[in-house]
C-alpha cells in the first residue's frame, strides 16, 4: 500500500470509518496495530484543538501540568505490553481455541458488522460495571481524574483496567473470529479519542445514534446530572436503551467528585485501591468489607448498592481546576525532559523484540521513575530536588551506555550537556536544602 494509501487508512480508522473489505483477516497476526500507527494523527489532531480551541476561547484548552500527566498515563497503561500480549486478546483467542460453538467466515461483510455491534454492546458493559464496581471504579477513575476535557484526556488510561475488562467481551469469543475481534478492540478505542473535545459543540442528527463530544462530555462530569450516564463506546443507543442516557444542560465541571489535586503519577494510578482498603477496615462484617469492593463507589452500609450521592460537594459551576503556579524556566526543563523520556519509551517500544528481560526491566523502572520525579516537580512537592537529582543520576548512567537518546542524532552533545547540567543543578538545590534543615534543627 502506499503512504497515501496508509495515511487514509490511519485518518479513517481514527473514526471508525474503514469498510469491511479493508479492516478484515484471517490471521490474528496479519491484523495492522492501528492504535500504534495512529500516533501521528493524534499528535496532529492535538495540534489542531489547541489552535482552534484558542481561537475561539482565548485561553490555552490544555495546561502542561494536566497534559503531561494525561500523556504519562496513557504511557504507563501500554507498559504491560512489553512483556505480553494485551488480556482481552491473550483471554479470547484462549477461549475462541478450546471453546467456540460456531465459527463465523472471518471475510463476510455480515460478521464484520456483527462484531462492531458485538464489541461496541460489550464495551457499554465493560464501562458501566467500571463505574458500578467499587474495584473496577479504582482502576477506570484514572481516565476520569483531570479536571480539564481535552484530547489529552482521552490518553489518560489505566495500568490496571485490562485485567478484568476482558471478561467482558468473552461471550463473542464463542463465534466470532479472533482477527476480526482484534481489529473491531481497536476501532473501537480509537474512536473514542476524538470525542474528548470541548472545541465541537454539536453535531445535529448524528448525536441520536453516535457518540459525540457533546454526549462524552456529560460522562466526565461531576455534576449530579452527570454521574454514571453515557457510556457508550461507538454508539449511545446503548444508553437510550438502558436507561443511562443524559443530554447536556448546565455546565459540566469535569473531573471526580473529589478531585486528587496532583500530578504524581503512580498516585493517580493506584491511589484509590488503598483508599478501598481503608474503607473495608472501618467494617466489622466480612459483608460490608466485601461490598465495599463489589458494590457502587458510593455504597456505605444500609444504603442500595449504588449507594447515593448526600455525601457529594456541591457543584456551583465556578470550580477552579488545580494548577500550582511554576515559572517559565521549570516548565521548559520538565518538558524538555519528557520529551527526551518520550523518545526512550518510543525506543524500547520499536526495540523490544531485540533487548532482554533484564533491560525491558531497567528501562522500564526509568521511564517510571522519571514519570514520578517530573509529577514531583509539576506539584512543586518538598522532595523534588532530591528525587530528580536521583533521577538524573540514572539518566547520566542509561546516557552513557546507549539507552537514552538524543531528540536527534545532531543534539547528541547538546543533550548531554543538558543532562550534566540538570544534576548539577538538582545536587546544589538538595544540597541547600539540607543546609536549610539542618540550621532549622540546631
Not at 449511545?236 to 473531573?255: C, H, M, N, Q, Y
Not at 539507552?403 to 540538570?422: C, D, H, K, Q, R
Request: charged fraction near 15%.
Amino acid at each position: 500500500m502506499s503512504d497515501t494509501g496508509t495515511m487514509s487508512t490511519g485518518f479513517r480508522a481514527m473514526f471508525s470509518l474503514l469498510t469491511p473489505n479493508e479492516s478484515s483477516f484471517q490471521r490474528v497476526e496479519d491484523v495492522p496495530h492501528y492504535v500504534q500507527q495512529a500516533t501521528p494523527f493524534f499528535v496532529g489532531l492535538m495540534v489542531l484543538e489547541l489552535v482552534v480551541g484558542s481561537l475561539k476561547s482565548g485561553t490555552p484548552v490544555v495546561t502542561i501540568s494536566d497534559g503531561l500527566t494525561s500523556i504519562s498515563s496513557g504511557m504507563i497503561s501500554r507498559l504491560p505490553m512489553l512483556l505480553m500480549r494485551g488480556c482481552e486478546l491473550t483471554a479470547y483467542m484462549y477461549v475462541w481455541d478450546h471453546f467456540r460453538l460456531v465459527e463465523l467466515p472471518w471475510d463476510s461483510a455480515w460478521t464484520w458488522w456483527f462484531t462492531f455491534l458485538g464489541v461496541d454492546f460489550c464495551y457499554y458493559w465493560v464501562h458501566r460495571f467500571a463505574h458500578e464496581v467499587a474495584i473496577l471504579w479504582a482502576a477506570h477513575q484514572v481516565h476520569h481524574s483531570s479536571e480539564h476535557y481535552n484530547l489529552t484526556t482521552a490518553l489518560r488510561q489505566s495500568l490496571t483496567q485490562q485485567l478484568a475488562s476482558w471478561i467482558f467481551y468473552m461471550p463473542m469469543a464463542l463465534a466470532v473470529p479472533p482477527s476480526m475481534f482484534a481489529v473491531h478492540i481497536q476501532l473501537n478505542l480509537l474512536y473514542q479519542f476524538w470525542i474528548h473535545t470541548e472545541v465541537i459543540r454539536d453535531l445535529g442528527p448524528l448525536e441520536w445514534v453516535f457518540n459525540t463530544p457533546k454526549h462524552h462530555r456529560v460522562h466526565h462530569g461531576r455534576n449530579l446530572y452527570c454521574i454514571d450516564k453515557n457510556y457508550g463506546g461507538i454508539l449511545i443507543i446503548w444508553d437510550r436503551l438502558f436507561g443511562t442516557f443524559a443530554a447536556e444542560s448546565d455546565k459540566v465541571v469535569f473531573g471526580l467528585v473529589f478531585p486528587i489535586k496532583t500530578f504524581e503519577i503512580l498516585y493517580v494510578q493506584l491511589h484509590y485501591y488503598s483508599y478501598l482498603w481503608n474503607k473495608s477496615k472501618t467494617y466489622k462484617t466480612i459483608s460490608d468489607k466485601l461490598s465495599t469492593f463489589i458494590k457502587g463507589p458510593s455504597w456505605k452500609p444500609g444504603k442500595s448498592r449504588l449507594g447515593d450521592y448526600v455525601d457529594n460537594p456541591q457543584v456551583t459551576g465556578k470550580e477552579v481546576a488545580y494548577n500550582p503556579s511554576w515559572s517559565l524556566l521549570l516548565q521548559v526543563y520538565v518538558v524538555l525532559h519528557f520529551l527526551l523520556v518520550l523518545r526512550s519509551y518510543h525506543d524500547l517500544f520499536e526495540n523490544k523484540t531485540m533487548l532482554s528481560q533484564l533491560t525491558i526491566l531497567g528501562m522500564t523502572s526509568y521511564i517510571l521513575l522519571t514519570l514520578t520525579a517530573l509529577g514531583f516537580l509539576m506539584d512543586q512537592r518538598p522532595r523534588a530536588a532530591v528525587l530528580e537529582m536521583l533521577r538524573c543520576v540514572v539518566m547520566v548512567t542509561m546516557q552513557r551506555y546507549g539507552y537514552v537518546a538524543p531528540l536527534l542524532p545532531s543534539m547528541a552533545v547538546t543533550t548531554e550537556a543538558f543532562v550534566s547540567l540538570s544534576l548539577l543543578y538538582w545536587a546544589l538545590q538538595s544540597f541547600s536544602q539540607l543546609l536549610s534543615i539542618k540550621k532549622k534543627i540546631n
